[in-house]
């Protein structure tokens, strides 16, 4: 395929994106519909958050629930209980988030493979029992009453309290994270990334510092969750242990896997049919949890490139005939 | 507080570790895999055991062995999926799909046997010892007991034997021990199977002294990984050592300090002891690329 001349392309992505904005009123408008829509854009956010870790630095983290979590809770406590403003929060959920990654960066920089994943599974246990004990975080009870989000700009004042009025927040935030992941794996960082992943010798001749590298993609990838949490926080009012529930972790990684890993599109069309499923063919949290496990399992041990390489393959195949 | 009583409970809680850990040991420091279902399989052996006993009216020594039998089969099943990402060596997927797998049993664990939290009892747990200012109960010895057999038969097992000796090679080289004329793909399925079976003999020693729940698999990991690395990644009595001090270390931070952070603390002394030996956990061990 020929690639098409920039302007044109540009008018290409704006008409896309103007479609996709418009396309759960083509979908029937209703409440429902909007709601789900709005938690695929949360939850894709939160995957691509994993999916710089997982497709472009290669290793599993199992932390960024923990990402989530803190972006959750940390616009939780400052309007609950700081009575602060949404942008504040947001200031506040992407600190938080960036200051837990040092310190989980810092440990983790010298672990690779499995170490690294056992280690950031261990971290996001150790988080989920200090939220569940400390009172400053709401203990087990969590922090209820978040007020209904309102960004100000200027004169003009946003807020959002039923899922159509969300949803053009939750699609922001999903343009603005697949431009920052656009953005990234073009960047020197996102090339550095995947040259320490894919020959971490070659990397460290060219003069580049993988662990370096590792800990700067780790520190852009958690703010990136720690948003989506922020945001999904006041699209639910109230945050709780089971923001650290293993069915967000394994739902962001069969989001980033199930389409197909380094592909920008991939996480989010993972995480749209996973959370469409939930969302009209529920078969209840237990079921739900079995169908997820059972996608995950599948995709790797029969296609385990994902299925835009089936796909791919299928049309190949078609070529060669 | 009573020392003396602590200090058994010590002992009888790190002998509980290190048996859940035992097949971690082997899998991580043998077969050179990793299994995030370990949690899970755990809580479905007990819900196993707790579901004999309470529709069927077996006794508890009947629901123990059917329970272990069961999850060694799964144990098997799991290593039979995945064994073209095991022969492959693609470890990086490999821990995904063993974390889906405990995905897919927690949620059939929760549609067969509901959300309510279980109790299952043993016989053993009426009969109480004491000696001075300490007691402690049948199923405690038994616990400590099977823990110190396990590990032994573990050690000459892997020492002593031919299959000990494919397994240690499985570990250094499974191309070259296939070329040998050895079915590695059994190997494999055998050692997933005893880790399967070994962590189910521990829930059904172990769960009878709390309420079992489906959800109660997240955590079993951590402490399991601590032991694991503790121990020196794949040493039999290094895992056994390294359970028995976690598990005092455990009580008396309960004791002393409080109950609620002892996986926090637990965590702590597992990165202070990556930060004073990064030995195989760091990139330059084995386990680096």
């Not at chain 1, 600190?95 to 440990?107: C, N, S």
């Not at chain 1, 988080?127 to 203990?139: E, H, P, Q, T």
């Not at chain 2, 990086?92 to 509901?114: C, H, K, R």
């Not at chain 2, 990165?271 to 330059?284: D, E, N, Y």
Request: charge should be positive; hydrophobic fraction near 55%; include cysteine.
């Amino acid at each position: 395929m020929k690639a098409l001349p920039a302007p044109l392309r540009l008018f290409g992505l704006a008409a896309l994106a103007l479609l996709g904005f418009f396309l759960p009123r083509l979908l029937g408008g209703s409440s429902h519909v909007y709601d789900t829509f709005g938690m695929i854009a949360t939850f894709s956010a939160m995957s691509y958050g994993l999916d710089i870790i997982l497709s472009d630095l290669g290793e599993i983290s199992l932390a960024h629930t923990a990402f989530f979590a803190t972006g959750a809770y940390a616009a939780a406590i400052l309007s609950v209980n700081d009575g602060q403003g949404a942008w504040v929060a947001m200031a506040g959920a992407v600190l938080a988030a960036l200051a837990l990654a040092l310190v989980l960066g810092m440990i983790t920089l010298r672990t690779r493979e499995f170490a690294f994943s056992l280690v950031t599974y261990a971290a996001a246990v150790v988080c989920m029992n200090v939220a569940a004990n400390w009172d400053f975080l709401g203990g087990s009870d969590g922090i209820v009453g978040i007020p209904p989000l309102t960004l100000s700009i200027g004169p003009a004042s946003f807020s959002a309290s039923q899922p159509p009025q969300f949803w053009p927040f939750a699609y922001l935030l999903l343009l603005l994270t697949l431009y920052v992941v656009h953005r990234f794996r073009r960047s020197r960082l996102g090339q550095a990334a995947l040259m320490v992943h894919m020959n971490p010798r070659l990397a460290s001749m060219c003069g580049l510092a993988g662990n370096q590298v590792r800990l700067l993609v780790f520190l852009v990838s958690a703010p990136i969750s720690a948003l989506a949490g922020w945001l999904y926080a006041f699209q639910r009012a109230y945050v709780g242990t089971d923001l650290f529930d293993t069915y967000f972790l394994v739902l962001m990684l069969t989001g980033v896997i199930l389409a197909g890993r380094r592909l920008l599109l991939g996480p989010l069309l993972g995480t749209a049919l996973l959370v469409g499923q939930k969302s009209f063919f529920s078969l209840g949290a237990y079921g739900d949890k079995l169908i997820l496990g059972t996608v995950l399992v599948g995709i790797l041990c029969f296609c385990p490139k994902g299925l835009a390489n089936l796909w791919r393959r299928r049309s190949h195949a078609a070529v060669e005939k | 507080m009573n020392v003396a009583q602590q200090l058994v409970n010590g002992i009888i809680i790190g002998h509980a570790y290190a048996l859940v850990a035992v097949g971690w040991t082997l899998l991580l420091g043998a077969a050179r895999l990793v299994n995030f279902g370990h949690g899970q399989i755990y809580m479905v052996s007990a819900f196993i055991a707790w579901w004999v006993m309470s529709t069927t009216g077996l006794p508890y020594a009947l629901a123990v062995p059917l329970a272990i039998l069961a999850s060694a089969a799964l144990g098997a099943i799991m290593q039979r999926l995945f064994l073209r990402l095991t022969l492959s060596q693609d470890l990086v997927n490999l821990m995904i799909a063993t974390l889906g797998f405990g995905q897919i049993l927690e949620g059939a664990a929760g549609l067969a046997f509901g959300p309510k939290p279980e109790t299952f009892t043993s016989p053993l747990q009426a009969i109480i010892f004491t000696l001075g200012p300490v007691w402690f109960t049948a199923q405690d010895t038994l616990t400590v007991g099977a823990t110190i057999l396990v590990f032994l038969g573990l050690y000459l097992v892997l020492d002593r034997t031919r299959f000990g000796a494919a397994v240690r090679m499985v570990a250094e080289d499974p191309p070259l021990v296939a070329l040998y004329g050895i079915q590695i793909s059994h190997v494999y399925i055998s050692i997933f199977a005893f880790e399967g079976a070994a962590v189910a003999f521990a829930a059904v020693l172990i769960a009878p002294r709390t309420p079992i729940l489906t959800s109660m698999g997240f955590e079993q990991v951590v402490m399991t990984f601590v032991v694991v690395v503790l121990g020196g990644i794949g040493s039999v009595g290094g895992s056994y050592i390294a359970g028995l001090l976690l598990g005092l270390f455990t009580t008396f931070f309960s004791a002393l300090v409080s109950p609620a952070y002892t996986t926090a603390s637990i965590f702590a002394l597992l990165i202070a002891f990556m930060v004073l030996r990064p030995g195989k956990l760091a990139a330059s061990g084995n386990f680096a690329r």
